[in-house]
């Protein structure tokens, strides 16, 4: 029989799959027969998985024969059938396809690997209609990932491979990702081939190329089809296309990676590709990054501190992108972790021999923690930023004073945590910015033994207080004050009820934090630097007598104390004047402006120039000339100053400035009147009310002689009554609280009294209610008297 007649009796998809491969392989594929099978494909899609059976064995036969045209032949007909047809069949021929792209991966011909890979590339791009439940991709994972590590000697060879294996593994991930029945991609067993993979290839190759970050975005210099760029472009795709569940199933091979070839310690790479994680991966999954590397960072926790500050810049770096979508807890789970890690790294005891580049390998990594804490918060809503400088503030220790060091250096990095979170939030109404707890805290602290932690809070207040950027022109006390140097704005009234209501508190802290004798200079201006800021933002005409009563109170100190230093005194002095002065141009009381200016010119003219700016700490000055006369703020002056500047003194008692300091002596009394205001008290009043019952003055005769006399005398007199009143607010003035409890408790006398009236008052009652049921019983049975209206006639 001839072979003609044996041809014809051949399947007829053997012969057109035969027709399309040219005699000479140059001629490469015939295109007029390879239609012919496309048409008949389409016409019997039931044939397809012969088709594609019937290729593989041909391109098998080639490629152990090594005729490589023949097999490219083959490879061009498989895709193009592949791109045709959609039916339900074509699952079958996709098995015999991916049979042959496995067959040339597994030569060791670089022309056939970089076939394959174009080819599987192709495939990965068409979109099947029906899935498959079988289909498998390790082995592609596995070969296009140590694709990726090529090492041919040919330079040109190895870039080829390496893009062809990162090409090969996007096809893989487009794949499977959008494809939720085929095999999990997200698996550790192909996330710890694929990642590592694509970082090798960022990390070698990054140095063929300057690479410009903006926003995430990486614009190369060289040419833009380097392996680099490639797997960066893949790296982006992998974390985007990542749900929640899957976020951490990419970043751990990255922290693997990093951990393995020590990439920490410079972490410029490292940097660069968190940053490209987070510019890439969607939005609302972007705080998973942060957590799961601060998680790392905890499981670090005894690692070098280079290297502990090396992870913890690059948190910094990108934890402000992910602020933006951080809310509710998570938060404040991220504030506490940064917090948690500054605590442990303070309280970590370093061993003996521990040197000098270690210990300041620790404070580089604390003031990095620090460093992200500030960028976390700068990127916040104001509200979440005071919600945060609390959360902080509760996780001071609060203490007056101790001997563990470790106490107080957690103290002092908490407060640096706090005042970078200050830094970043901007002011508006007071009574916003310090809720009553947070301020508590605050003054609380500013009471402390340590003169550092007390400049920290002081610091602290300069940025919460300075709404107008006035804190730097007043880093340092001085008398050389000009109104228009000042940005002013008139205090509004919530502002006006926020410091009547915390004066006090504000005033007594800062009072008893220059009572200490461990203040520096650099306390002292911190301290005038907070008043001048009250003074701007805070005061008024209303609330300027307290804040004087301060200064005056504040001179006194400088005057009376006998455990301060004679500079620390002349310090005090200094800060006196310039606040003083500070007040008068600030509130525009010009009687007083001339005042205290007077008061400068006799300290110059006297020879007192250590009563002035700047501040210093040590001056030779003899002690017969310390306090000349006419160098201090005498009280009758600056009463006429103020009363000629137009200042309401007519509520307070005696001479105006007389000092009482009722808000250090008593700080349990309100700081809002004068108690001459009891005076105007209508006290008779008390009756009209019912809910209170009037107390009884305390020297007032209860007895019963005393009740009918009180009858039969004549009634006192308007001024009697005047005199018992000011006796009466005289008491409450001057008494103590145990004296005013004492005298306010009823005495024995006035319970037994009430007692036995209590005890009259009930027999009567009683002997009435059992002479009425005797009654009842004589005249009427009960039954009657009860129901009267059954026995009505």
């Given at each position: 029989m001839c072979v003609g007649c044996l041809s014809r009796m051949r399947p007829r998809y053997k012969r057109l799959v035969d027709n399309i491969f040219p005699s000479l392989p140059q001629d490469?594929?015939?295109?007029?027969?390879?239609?012919?099978?496309t048409f008949y494909a389409l016409s019997s899609p039931e044939k397809l998985d012969r088709i594609g059976e019937y290729l593989f064995q041909k391109a098998s036969r080639d490629i152990s024969r090594k005729r490589n045209e023949f097999v490219m032949i083959a490879m061009e007909a498989m895709d193009q059938l592949l791109v045709a047809c959609h039916a339900q069949t074509l699952n079958l021929f996709v098995e015999s396809y991916l049979r042959i792209v496995q067959k040339l991966l597994e030569s060791s011909e670089p022309s056939l690997q970089i076939l394959a890979t174009q080819s599987f590339v192709r495939f990965s791009n068409i979109e099947e209609d029906t899935p498959s439940y079988h289909r498998r991709y390790d082995f592609f994972v596995s070969k296009f990932s140590s694709m990726c590590h090529n090492n041919?000697?040919?330079?040109?060879?190895?870039?080829m491979i390496r893009m062809a294996g990162i090409k090969g593994i996007q096809g893989v991930i487009r794949k499977t990702v959008s494809d939720d029945l085929v095999e999990n991609i997200w698996e550790p067993v192909h996330m710890d081939k694929i990642v590592p993979s694509l970082l090798f290839n960022m990390h070698t190759m990054k140095t063929k190329s300057e690479i410009v970050v903006d926003s995430g975005i990486s614009e190369e210099v060289n040419d833009k089809n380097d392996s680099f760029s490639l797997?960066?472009?893949?790296?982006?795709?992998?974390?985007?296309r990542a749900s929640f569940g899957h976020v951490k199933s990419v970043i751990r091979p990255v922290l693997k990676h990093l951990d393995a070839h020590h990439m920490w310690v410079p972490n410029v790479f490292a940097t660069q590709c968190f940053r490209i994680l987070m510019f890439s991966i969607q939005s609302q999954y972007s705080y998973a990054v942060v957590e799961t590397l601060m998680t790392h960072l905890d499981e670090n926790s005894n690692a070098s501190p280079k290297i502990r500050t090396s992870i913890a810049d690059v948190l910094s770096k990108i934890i402000a992108i992910a602020a933006n979508e951080s809310v509710g807890p998570t938060v404040l789970e991220i504030i506490n972790s940064l917090l948690t890690n500054l605590r442990t790294s303070v309280t970590r005891r370093p061993p003996s021999n521990i040197g000098l580049a270690e210990s300041d390998g620790e404070n580089e990594y604390r003031?990095?923690?620090?460093?992200a804490l500030g960028e976390f918060a700068a990127h916040l809503p104001d509200y979440q930023k005071i919600e945060i400088m609390m959360f902080i503030m509760s996780k001071v220790p609060q203490f007056k004073s101790s001997n563990n060091p470790n106490d107080l250096h957690v103290q002092r990095m908490c407060l640096k945590s706090l005042l970078m979170v200050s830094t970043k939030y901007s002011s508006v109404q007071m009574n916003a910015t310090f809720p009553q707890s947070f301020l508590d805290l605050l003054l609380k602290t500013l009471t402390v033994s340590e003169d550092e932690i007390r400049f920290i809070v002081l610091r602290i207040l300069h940025t919460l207080l300075d709404r107008h950027a006035n804190a730097a022109k007043f880093s340092k006390a001085t008398v050389d004050i000009s109104k228009s140097d000042i940005n002013l704005e008139k205090c509004s009234r919530s502002d006006t009820i926020f410091i009547r209501k915390y004066a006090q508190d504000i005033y007594v802290s800062i009072y008893e934090s220059l009572e200490m004798t461990n203040n520096t200079v650099d306390n002292v201006e911190a301290v005038y630097t907070t008043l001048a800021l009250i003074c701007i933002e805070l005061l008024s005409e209303e609330t300027v007598l307290d804040f004087i009563r301060l200064i005056l109170s504040i001179q006194e100190l400088a005057i009376t104390n006998a455990v301060l230093s004679t500079q620390q005194k002349f310090n005090l002095h200094s800060l006196v004047i310039s606040v003083m002065l500070l007040v008068a141009i600030v509130i525009d009381l010009h009687p007083l402006k001339d005042y205290i200016e007077k008061i400068i010119e006799q300290r110059k003219l006297m020879n007192a120039t250590h009563l002035l700016p700047e501040l210093s700490v040590h001056n030779e000055i003899k002690s017969s000339c310390l306090l000349p006369a006419g160098v201090l703020?005498?009280?009758p002056e600056l009463t006429e100053a103020l009363k000629a500047s137009g200042i309401d003194i007519t509520a307070e008692t005696g001479p105006i400035l007389t000092h009482r300091r009722s808000w250090v002596d008593n700080t349990n009394m309100s700081m809002k009147g004068s108690f001459t205001d009891l005076s105007n008290l209508d006290l008779d009043s008390v009756n009209s009310t019912p809910a209170m019952q009037r107390r009884?003055?305390?020297n007032e005769d209860l007895s019963f002689e005393a009740m009918k006399r009180s009858l039969l005398d004549n009634p006192v007199t308007k001024s009697e009554q005047n005199t018992k009143q000011s006796q009466l607010c005289d008491m409450f003035r001057n008494s103590s609280f145990q004296d005013l409890v004492a005298i306010s408790t009823p005495s024995k006398d006035e319970e037994s009294l009430h007692s036995k009236i209590t005890e009259v008052f009930n027999k009567v009652e009683l002997s009435n209610k059992?002479?009425?049921?005797e009654t009842t019983n004589q005249s009427t049975p009960i039954y009657e008297s009860l129901f009267p209206e059954l026995f009505a006639f």
């Open positions: 490469g594929l015939v295109k007029n027969n390879m239609e012919k099978l041919n000697p040919n330079l040109a060879t190895m870039e797997a960066e472009s893949c790296l982006r795709e992998l974390i985007g003031e990095a923690l620090i460093h703020i005498e009280e009884f003055s305390p059992l002479l009425n049921v």
